[in-house]
Each structure stands twice: as C-alpha cells, then as structure tokens.
C-alpha cells in the first residue's frame, strides 16, 4: 500500500499555480493588473509565441522596494491589504499575493523594479524553486516583470495551450478589457517584435472608439444612471445593431463575468430584441466596495454582491429606460454625434418635437402638447386608429389638410444646396415637422415611403404597426384590462388541444380582455375582446394566438405568458403586407410611432423604420459635385 506524503513546496504551488495560472492570458492578466495598482501611466507589453514562450510587461508604477523583491515573488505575500477587516475594503485589482509566486512555480519570472528611494532598481529571477538574486539592475522607477517558458516545467499543462494565434487572442482580448477600464493608462501590445496595438492615455469615449470602433458608437445608446451608491455609465448597443455583439461588464473597474449582471441586460432587451442575438456593450457599475465581494474565484472575475436584487432592478432599469427611449422622434440612434461621456445625463438629452412625454410608470404616454386633440378619459388610452377604418380622430387632424403626396413642395434647402427642379417656386414652404414625415405612397403593399426634413422614410408597416399594437396591449393591460364586448358574440368550435391551451392560459386571457367562456364541451363564446384590436376579426386570430402558444409551452411565468399572448395577438392583429392603406391611415401609423414607446424595432426586434437622407440620394445620382 502506498502511504501518504506531505508534498513539496514546490508541488504546493505549481498545484495552487493551476487556480491562477491557465494559460498566458491568466498571466498576462495578473501582470498589467499589479501594474495598474502600482499606479502606472503606461504600459507595455511584449508577447512572443502568443506569450507562450515569453510576456514581458514594464509600467511606470510605483516599482517595488530593493528589500521587498524577494517577498513578491513569495505566495501569500501582499502590499494590497488594509490592517483592518482587509477583506472588506478591496479596492485594488490584486490581493491575494499569489500571482508572481504561482507564476514562478510554473515558469521562468524575473523582476525588475525601481523605487522613487533608492539610487538603482535591483532584479530577480525564479525558476522551478532556484532563486537568482537579488542583485543591483539598472531601470528608471517602475517595474518590469519577464515571463518566460510557460509551464515548461509541467509538460501535461503545457499541451492544453492551444495555437500562438489563439493564444495570442486571449491576450489581446484581456487587454482590451483592461484598457477599456482604464481610459488614463496608455497601452502598447507587441506580439513577434511586431506593434499591434497602441492606445494612448485619452477620454473613455475615445478608448471606447480606439478599441470597439466608431461604428461601435455610432450604433450605441449612452448610459448613465445613478441610484443612492450604485452608479451605471457606459453604452449598449441599439436593438437592431446588436448581432455579433461583445459585452464588456465591469464592477469598480474590474471585468467581471456576471450572471446577475448578464441577466439584467438580457431583460432589459427582452422585447426589442431579434432571436438569437447579443445585447452588447460596455457598462460600468460603481458600487460601495464594502458591499461586494470579489474574493469569489481565484481569477477574480466573479462578484457576489451582497444586495443582489437591488443592483439587478437597478441595472435593468437604467437600461430598460435607455432602450424605451428608442422612438423616432426620440433621441434613438446616437447617430453620429457619439455621445460625449462627460456630458450624459440619464434623461434624453434632446427630446424631438414629437417624443412622447412619459409619466411615471404605468401612465400611459400622452399626446404631445402640440396635437391639439380631445383629451383622452383618465385611466384610459388614447383613441386608437384601426387601420381597417379610418378613425375619424386622425381623420380630423390629418386628413383634410393633407395634399396629395405629388403636389408636396420639395424640402427647403441650405444655402450652398445643388439648384432643384421646383427651386424657381418662390413660396418654399418649411418641410413637414413630423419626425417621420408625410406619408407619399405605399410600395409594394409592404412599405409606406413618407417624405421628412431629413429625406426620405421608409417603414416597414406590419412590424411598425405590430409594435404600436403591442405596446398599447401591455399598457392598456396594465392600467385597465377589460375589453369591448359585442352586440353578438361570436361563438366558436375548439379542437382538444385548442381547449388545452385556453384552460392553462384562461386567467391570462381574460385579464388581456380577452373573456372566453365555454359554451358546450367543444364551443365558447367571446364575450370580450381588446379595444386595440376592434375591427379585427377574432376568430383567426385566436387561432394564431393558440398555435402559438401551444408551441411555446406554458411554464412561463404570469407575466411572460401574458407579453407572450399579447406579442402574438400584436403580430396577428397587425395590418398584413398587400393591405392597401390610404395617406390617411398611412399618415396616422406615422404619428402612432411617433408617440409609442420602442417604435424603432418590431417585438421580434426587427427594425420598423429607416431613414434615407437627400445628401445620400444626391450621392446616388452625383447630384452637386
Ligand atoms: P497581489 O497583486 O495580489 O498583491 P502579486 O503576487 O501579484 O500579488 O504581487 C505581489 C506584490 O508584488 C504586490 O502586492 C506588489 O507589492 C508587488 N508588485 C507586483 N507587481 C508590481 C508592479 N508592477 N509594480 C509594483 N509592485 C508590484
Ligand atoms: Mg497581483
């Protein structure tokens, strides 16, 4: 029988280096990281083989002391900790004083650091347990630290590392996350004697901008928002941009891998967002370090935050607000006047003319001051068009005074503008204020192209109408529920499965207006049904509504279940392609979107609405060169 052995303190730590040390990125990470809580300026890495063969990381830092070289390199040993309740008062990146050890159990590491004190720098090397030094080296203030032959030692660790490409990838990817979170420090990244990567030391947005891409900006929304000692700032990604997307999460300046964090934003997007894609973009969250705990995993990527809750809703709804902001007239796409971060607030920065005011939760969104409409019933929602039957309230405001879409004058135009046909009018009048323009024409069945400031508007007008329906379903769900009844209600035949369905979604149903009662053992009765949807035949549209929902299973949560039925009656209720609509209702979907809530993505997060400006259509037909 084998007895048992005390093991080596060399095998102590090259087993404890495992936790630590995965691969070069794992190192790369623990370098620049002691770097920045040195308090570094700049910061230069050099990788050869993707780091497997050699990293070497010199910052400008603090350095360490002559005396205390041989400490660092020893586990266990920390500058980091405050004397009191240490733990709890974490506001470096490294703590554990086990990095530079761990490494040196697995690898060739050699320090080389300066303090401000004393006349030269001094170096020293470890290497499977054999120490070289300390002896007198020659640096300026600050610390360089060489890693070389990574688990080179440890044969059956070194073979999980994969091709230099991908090796150098992780590294790359882990600076950027550093970088990100540390706008003031410049980075340079050379891989092969080749320099690949320089960000100096400037503004977030400009690191945002040099890392993520202009494009990256141009398709993102601001974020910032504050509640008591939780603080959120950062950029996510429009709906309809978000595909690919990378999401970089950061609590107190460190990366983290969240799924707390994740969560919120994934719910935040949860309607606006098309199938399988990525809610991406960066975010900060600031939060008291005393309330949070990073001593969750070696690698420190993981968090436990001792209000979880609190900081999920936070989160969620700093973004949820953001994304809500998304209408035409609103501030949606930052477009391209990126946001400077300084200068963000939580609130839209410019409201369009049109944008809706909003209440506080629950309310519904008024008109804007400027229609000068019927003041809807309190507690109630805005009269809604049906566009099968022009509602004689949008037909009031629209309809008489709209000329037909040929005889529009064409837009006014700045003073150096290439001359127009129709420029000799001398009566230009001042192009249609609506943020999404006067309807011209229906295309195809599929699209209504509508003239504005800008140029020209297309609208995808199922999904456009498909969002309005939606949007009015939940809030009229929310504020009131009950529904129209009928003079004579429809009765109909269900199928098994259709009852199945109607029984675990009953209770749902009817709080949507959507009374059901059985009438025979097969038939029921529609005894109401939502204002929304009034002019709509009911009939297939249940049957929608059911074969949807029978696919989708039903252990969803209450409130998932009713956005489920509400999405699906939205999509079936809404107008369908090849319905010709004429300029009035047309022009009414127009002002609808204007006033509702998410209106630039369908509910399957679909993009309902584009715009083409005139500098672009004068591009296609070299129009003023
Ligand atoms: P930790 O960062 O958790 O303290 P490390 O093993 O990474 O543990 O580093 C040990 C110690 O070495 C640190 O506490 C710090 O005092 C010192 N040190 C490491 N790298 C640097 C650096 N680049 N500049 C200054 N001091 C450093
Ligand atoms: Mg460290």
Known sequence: ?????????????????????????????????????????????????????????????????????????????????????????????????????????????????RVAEAPHAA???????????????????????????????????????????????????????????????????????RALRHWPALTLEARVRGILGEEFLNQSLAIEDSAGPLHLSGWILHPTAASRAEQYLFVNGRFVRDRLLTQAVRQAYQDVLHGQRQPGGVLFLNVDPARVDV??????????????????????????????????????????????????????????????????????????????????????IPASPHLGEPDPFHAALYGNSLLPAATLPPPAQGPDASPRLGEENSRVPEPPSFPLGQALAQLHGVYILAQNATGLVVVDMHAAHERILYERLKARHEVAGGGQTFLDPPYFTLSA?????????????????????????????????????????????????????????????????????????ACHGAVRAHHALTLTQMNALLRDMERCERADQCNHGRPTWRQIPLSELDQWFLRGR
């Open 497 to 569: 499965r259709e009852l199945a369905v109607l029984e675990s979604y009953g209770d749902v149903l009817t709080a949507l207006g959507l009374d059901l009662a059985l009438r025979g053992p097969q038939t029921v009765v529609l005894r109401s049904w939502p204002m929304e949807l009034s002019g709509v035949d009911p009939e297939p549209v249940l049957r929608q509504v059911w074969a949807d929902l029978e696919e989708t299973g039903q252990s969803l949560a209450l409130e998932a279940r009713r956005h489920e039925v509400l999405a699906s009656m």
């Open 123 to 193: 170096t020293m090397t470890v290497s499977g347990g054999q120490v070289e030094g300390p002896r007198p080296a020659a640096r300026s203030i600050g610390c360089s630290v060489v890693v070389e032959d990574l688990f080179g030692h440890t044969p059956a660790r070194r073979k999980f590392l994969k091709s230099t490409g991908t090796e150098f990838g992780h590294c790359d990817e882990l600076l950027r996350r550093l970088a990100l979170a540390h706008p003031e420090v410049a980075f340079r990244l050379s891989h092969q004697g």
């Open 295 to 380: 001593n969750v995993h070696p690698a420190k990527t993981e968090v436990r935050f001792e209000e979880g809750q609190a900081v999920f809703r936070f989160v969620w709804q700093a973004l949820h607000k953001a994304l809500t902001r998304t209408t035409p007239g609103g501030l949606g796409f930052v477009g391209r006047r990126s946001p400077v971060h300084e200068d963000i607030h939580s609130e839209p920065v410019q409201e369009g003319p049109m944008s809706p005011s909003r209440g506080v939760s629950g309310e519904l969104p008024l008109p804007p001051p400027r229609f000068v409409a019927p003041s809807p019933l309190p507690g109630k």
């Open 1 to 113: 029988m084998k007895r048992i052995e005390a093991l080596s303190p060399l095998l102590i730590s090259q087993i404890a280096a495992g936790e630590v040390i995965e691969r070069p990125a794992s190192v790369l990470k623990e370098l620049v990281e002691n770097s920045l809580d040195a308090g570094a300026r700049n910061v230069v890495v050099l990788l050869e083989e993707g780091g497997v063969r050699r990293i070497q990381v010199e910052d400008d830092g603090h350095g360490i002391h002559p005396d205390d070289l041989s400490l660092a390199l020893k586990a266990h040993a920390t500058s980091k900790l405050a004397a009191e309740d240490p733990l709890n008062h974490i506001v470096t990146l490294g703590f554990r004083g086990e990095a530079l050890a761990s490494m040196a159990a697995v690898a060739r590491v050699t320090v080389t650091a």
